[in-house]
DNA sequence: TCAAAAGTGTTCACAGTACACCCATGC
DNA sequence: GCATGGGTGTACTGTGAACACTTTTGA
């Protein structure tokens, strides 16, 4: 017979493992700890739970504080329990993922928090156990994008095809073979052409394109392979 | 200035949701709660978690207790955060779903919990938000099954291949074209071939097979498809 | 000898790949 | 005109789907 009354209570807090995309790397988004233990040291961000609010509803909180935004792409990831993760008291911490627009998010952004974005391949070390949640949060990213219209939410509501190709590119740490890569991203009928064309990063210009918003929840959770035919260089 | 001692402390719980295959169907288990509130109706299995032990080790327990089994494939599916989900008190919690041999189970069932199998498109009504879970649970076991060999913990260490592909029409609701599910098991190089037959289904019999837990092991993270082409009759 | 289920062979269509080629533009 | 990057065309290859066929055995 297990009584409610019996049990241990826990601390519960939300870590966020945001990530992001500048044209060039795909990076993390960690902040500088202002509180003790571990003051100034790097951390995701995060937070506890609050006794009215949901964990979802915390981790939104969280990253509107430090971002400005709502409404950002963001799911759970998985939940750390190990007792000695958090040193100062047992905290269980569930992890969430989420994926800004890096552009959108410079206008808004908090400098209270000391924030920092940090290349995927180059995180420093973080305190407790967040780093592994950083490695598990990029494992999940890969596989999900791999089979999931997900790497969208990193581009700005226009972009062109070398644009995506590179962000593509920069998840995968390979080189996809430009032909292919348009035709596959087409095939998928989630793009719509516009009429205006980027001309910075070339001189012949290259067109924008815009996600089909409709068709894109309708076929998020179809099981497409996004990841085109590697070109496996270094990877 | 986050202070951990002005936080709010939660129970925290596991909760199991429990596959297995019979030959025939896809199959939950259940118990009946044995405490109140609630006493009596069906419930996913689940426990508390202790003052010392991880959520992991928390599911593992509360498996062990009802099924007298080590070892069994178990991975963490969601956590639960909702304010109204427990309606005794606020109770955050960890699901996990585990896959077991059904054969194997029925020597070592602990009867004290009054345990029953329901097919996994005839569960009844569980308490809280059980039924979320399951739904839950049944859509990441076929998307993973879909990209991983994660079935063959459901079947015996040895079965033959038309079993093989019932279970795989059992999870998928669908039936598939035997010469090319043959083709397509067989080309993962993760089946080992047998010297016996199992006469009991065929008038000519079936060799039977087991997983080379080598390469199983290495290749259960590579991104296969294992779902062979469907002939989508019923779903 | 026949029915039933296991297992093999063969064709066909199409998706993925590699790579050559053309296009538009700024300098 | 020519270098640069955007975009298209195309031939080749391998995989998956469909389905006909052979094998084995019990009744």
Redesign the interface.
Known sequence: ????SL??????AVDCIIFGYDGQDLKLLVIQR??EPFKGQWSLLG??????????GAAARVLKELTGMDGVYME?L??F???ERDT??R??S?AYFALIDIQKYKQQISEDYNPAWFPINDVPDLIFDHNKMVELAKEKLRYKA?LHPLLFELLPAKFTMPQLQSLYQAVYNTEFDKGNFNRKMLSTKLLVKLKDKDKLNSKKGAFYFKVDTKKYSASFNS?LNFVPGPVPKGG
Chains 1, 2 share one sequence.
């Not at 017979?1 to 409610?4: A, E, P, V």
């Open positions: 017979m297990r009584r409610y049990q241990k209570r826990f601390l519960l202002s509180f937070g506890f739970i609050g006794e009215h609010e949901s964990s979802e759970q998985s939940t329990t190990e007792q100062v008291e905290t269980i569930i791999a099981f």
